[in-house]
């Protein structure tokens, strides 16, 4: 039973990371925004790399996040049954 216990603690941890990691990409995305809310880049290759970035910060949150609220049902439902 001590595995799945740390396994549930390692999903618990993962959630809010994985929270952190969205509202870090909204954060940014909101800092480029200029007085008409649009993104503003200097240059190209500044607006390729905040997008190769945020694309993987994006899908690896979210990922994380389905990895640890599975971990959690998974704990729950062999804990009660």
């Known amino acids: 039973m001590e ?4 396994a549930l603690m ?4 993962v959630i809010p990371v994985a929270i952190w990691l969205q509202l870090w990409v909204k ?3 909101e800092d ?3 007085s008409l809310g649009e ?3 200097e240059n190209t290759a500044r607006a390729f790399f905040s997008i190769i970035l945020e694309g993987a910060a994006i899908i690896g949150g979210l990922i994380m ?4 609220s ?5 704990y729950i439902l ?3 049954s």
């Open 3 to 6: 595995d799945a216990e740390i």
């Open 10 to 13: 390692f999903s618990l941890l």
């Open 70 to 74: 599975s971990g959690v049902i998974k």
């Open 65 to 68: 996040i389905i990895m640890g």
């Open 32 to 34: 480029r925004r200029n």
């Open 27 to 29: 954060r940014r995305r």
């Open 78 to 80: 062999n804990f009660y």
């Open 39 to 41: 993104e503003e880049f």
